[in-house]
């Protein structure tokens, strides 16, 4: 199936394929076939998760500043500080978080429909690099991600992404840049704009779990063996707002009716995250300690 995916892209000027995109992306898999002994508590996601019961989510989203990264001072990672690319990644997900160390409700054979933003510190050059804007749909199996190829996008940039699945027809997801001088995404008018592109209506087909949607900062699985986390950035606080989830019975959430979860790598240092939710925001900052 990706083979196909990938074939039938060899067209589409808005989407790269996995195999073309930057190693971060290559490397963004959720599947749990592998999965090593790890403490109960681990967990590489922080943010919200919005769940409901007998009722269809019909849309998500979610407004955030591009965090700046630094590399961690302190902590088991700053020793490496030098010789490493440290990375965190902040998106919007309609659908399961389902994958390893994920508190998520939806089955594994379900699939999910999400979109953002990567950003890393360059530990060697001693740089932040540039910014990476993706979407990924599938099963976690199915682990299909693709970037969106010229996709301007820096730190302090305002990005808004919005994952909608209609009753009937395909689900949608849009990412847009406001840029770094407007103060909210509601009537501005944005700089850019990436529609939904390749293969999303078409494989997502009925699969798509309706029953949960997140707005997460994650230190995202690294594709080697052992499995490991990418090495968490330091970060300037991630700031979610103007976030809403509608479901199809007609009520509208926000982080505060959903469930608070916390980056927990021990490896890293334990608790990576302090998460906080507020009427229409959310705030997740980096710290470190405690487990
Ligand atoms: C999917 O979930 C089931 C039940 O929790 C588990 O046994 C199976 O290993 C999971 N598969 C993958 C690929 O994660
Ligand atoms: C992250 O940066 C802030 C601001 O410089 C600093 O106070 C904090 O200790 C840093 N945290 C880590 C883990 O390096």
Not at 178 to 185: I, L, T, W
Request: hydrophobic content about 40%; aromatic content about 8%.
């Amino acid at each position: 199936m990706k083979t196909a995916i990938i074939t039938a892209l060899a067209g589409a000027l808005t989407a790269v394929p996995v195999s073309a995109s930057p190693e971060s992306l290559r490397h963004r898999g959720q599947t749990g076939g592998q999965q090593r002994q790890r403490r109960a508590a681990e967990s590489i996601q922080a943010g919200a998760v919005y769940s409901t019961v007998s009722d269809d989510i019909t849309s998500i989203t979610g407004t955030f500043r591009v965090p700046d990264p630094f590399a961690p001072t302190a902590g088991p990672t700053s020793a490496s500080a030098d010789r490493t690319t440290f990375a965190v990644s902040i998106y919007v997900s309609l659908g399961g978080l389902a994958g390893e160390a994920s508190a998520s409700a939806c089955a594994n054979t379900t699939s999910t429909l999400r979109a953002g933003i990567d950003v890393f510190w360059d530990g060697i050059g001693g740089t932040v690099m540039a910014p990476f804007a993706w979407y990924q749909f599938g099963t976690p199996a199915e682990n299909t991600a693709f970037g969106y190829a010229g996709f301007g996008v820096t730190g302090g940039d305002l990005v808004r992404i919005t994952a909608t699945a209609a009753e009937t027809g395909n689900p949608t997801i849009l990412i847009e840049n406001f840029g770094p001088d407007a103060k909210v995404a509601s009537g501005s008018t944005p700089r850019e704009s990436a529609p939904p592109t390749y293969g999303v209506g078409d494989n997502l087909g009925a699969s798509l779990c309706k029953s949960e949607a997140s707005w997460i900062v994650e230190a995202y699985w690294l594709d080697e063996q052992p499995r490991v986390p990418v090495a968490l950035a330091n970060f300037t606080d991630v700031t979610f707002t103007e976030l809403a989830v509608k479901t199809k019975s007609g009520k509208t959430g926000d982080a505060t009716g959903a469930k608070l979860v916390e980056i927990n790598l021990a490896a890293q240092g334990g608790l990576l995250t302090k998460t906080a939710a507020s009427t229409g925001g959310l705030q997740v900052k980096r710290v470190l300690g405690g487990a």
